[in-house]
């Protein structure tokens, strides 16, 4: 971890204002399909020049990063991508990842912008931590490229600290993680949805 540092959340990053013209543009964006980059049916990529046409989020995205080094103390971040995800309740398997305690094999610290308030029906992101005998960061730099079909970035519960911890919040509110931390998905209730910004940075030692 750098400097000890798992996750928190910030309540006063974004005010009420900014957070109701960040989902007007983002409902905007996906609804319209502005710059064709679907990856998947409810995940859009914004790139590195998208954001540039983007004031809105690239004023954001730099106090983002600002607050990412005081937390973390570092100041080689770099930033890769924007992703704007709107989930709803779907009848997938919820024993599989997401649903299950986990790292990614391609680390990240990663901050998520609340658009609208979150609760536990909408499925908020978990996260927690791993007991002090665990190297989470050899385990992730071993993983294999079959690593998801066998399984080998789960985290079983036997290696947690105590019961992942659901980051509910409100409208604005950002959750800033590194990947390293033990995360999974929230389940979304029927008739609940969830919109959310996931900036994603790296740093050169990462991967």
Do not use: C
Not at 83 to 108: A, C, E, G, Q
């Amino acid at each position: 971890m750098i400097n000890n540092f798992l996750f928190t959340k910030d309540s006063t990053l974004i005010s009420k204002n900014l957070s109701k013209n960040l989902l007007t543009r983002f409902d905007e964006i996906y609804e319209k399909n502005i710059y064709n980059h679907k990856n998947y049916s409810h995940i859009y990529e914004l790139k590195n020049d998208d954001i540039l046409k983007e004031p809105l989020f690239l004023s954001l995205l730099n106090r983002i990063k600002k607050k990412f080094e005081l937390i973390t103390n570092v100041t080689d971040l770099d930033f890769d991508k924007l992703w704007f995800v709107s989930s709803s309740s779907n009848d997938s398997k919820k024993t599989t990842l997401p649903y299950i305690p986990h790292i990614d094999k391609r680390r990240y610290l990663k901050a998520m912008v609340y658009l609208h308030d979150v609760s536990l029906e909408h499925g908020p992101i978990h996260l927690g931590q791993v007991k002090n005998n665990i190297d989470i960061e050899q385990k992730r730099k071993k993983l294999p490229h079959d690593y998801k079909e066998k399984g080998l970035n789960n985290i079983n519960d036997k290696d947690l600290d105590g019961s992942l911890m659901p980051m509910t919040g409100k409208a604005g509110d950002v959750i800033f993680f590194d990947t390293n931390t033990p995360h999974k998905a929230g389940i979304i209730k029927n008739n609940y949805n969830r919109k959310v910004l996931r900036f994603d940075f790296e740093r050169p030692h990462f991967n």
